[in-house]
């Protein structure tokens, strides 16, 4: 594909990435995944991105949150497992992990720009950031050199202006995703509509699906866990952008069709993720 190329994403453009599961497979097969997400009040952001993680395919997760979260992940999220943010801090040993997410509900004060800084600096796994996690680094300029390449982050259009500057129009927004993304190696996840995600390599894919429903708080935050999930499986960072996109966008449009764009809230997002796999993914033989 050409440099500087426009994809429109679509089913029949989703569906070919999508890889199938064996028979034979078990949970360790499709990844551990770490979230650091949730602070005092924010606890919801966390259960969010997690029930999306787990509903997109992810084998294992692990949600870093403080302690003050730790009842309320357990109860709505059994499947996970959980970690206090200051246990984290003091033993930052990311060898078990395939994926690393960090941003939704975080807070942005000097513990969460601390841990951070040391997952940053220590994860050689692919990462998703968003939200706190992409206004702490907006405020601390040299912590993006700590990137790693092959990241996603997946701002709305405020946070990105925090990131690269202003811009005046969506034409120049889109000129400094892409400075952004081939710079550092990443892949940059415009959320809008459309949402648009850009490649280090300057191909802008435009996404077909989604709806004003998903104008409500905890939208990116289901997102992001999506994004998590795929990277944990072995989707490169590319793939699992533009995927998580156009899922997240079809889940958004199954909940609009069953409730409504007016009454639907991101856990309605969240719970139409298996329909929006179902009708995406292949039909396979087990």
């Not at 097969?29 to 991105?49: E, K, W």
């Not at 710079?183 to 949402?195: D, L, M, R, S």
Request: glycine share 10%; proline share 5%.
């Amino acid at each position: 594909m050409d440099k500087d190329s426009i994809v429109n994403v679509g089913r029949d453009w989703v569906q070919p990435l999508l890889k199938p599961r064996s028979p034979k497979a078990h949970k360790g097969v499709f990844g551990h995944a770490l979230l650091y997400a949730g602070s005092h009040g924010m606890a919801g952001a966390a259960v969010l991105s997690a029930r999306a993680c787990l509903r997109s395919g992810v084998g294992l997760l692990t949600v870093c949150s403080p302690s003050c979260n730790n009842d309320i992940l357990q109860i709505s999220v059994p499947e996970a497992m959980t970690i206090a943010a200051d246990d984290l801090y003091a033993n930052t040993d990311l060898s078990r992990y395939n994926a690393v997410g960090a941003g939704p509900g975080l807070g942005q004060g000097d513990s969460q720009a601390a841990i951070l800084e040391k997952l940053l600096k220590t994860t050689v796994c692919p990462m998703v950031l968003d939200a706190d996690a992409l206004n702490i680094i907006s405020r601390n300029r040299y912590l993006l050199e700590y990137v790693p390449a092959g990241t996603v982050i997946t701002p709305h259009p405020g946070e990105l202006k925090r990131l690269t500057g202003p811009f005046s129009d969506e034409s120049e927004m889109i000129l400094k995703a892409k400075a952004l993304a081939r710079e550092n190696g990443i892949t940059v996840v415009v959320k809008g509509a459309p949402t648009v995600t850009v490649s280090p390599s300057g191909i802008m894919y435009v996404n077909t699906t989604g709806n004003p429903g998903m104008a409500t708080a905890g939208s990116g935050d289901v997102l992001t866990g999506i994004v998590l999930a795929l990277l944990a499986q072995g989707y490169n960072q590319e793939q699992a952008a533009v995927i998580s996109v156009y899922i997240h966008g079809l889940a958004g449009d199954l909940a609009a069709r069953d409730l409504g764009m007016t009454s639907m809230t991101s856990a309605d997002i969240a719970g139409h993720l298996p329909q929006a796999w179902l009708q995406t993914e292949k039909t396979t033989q087990l």
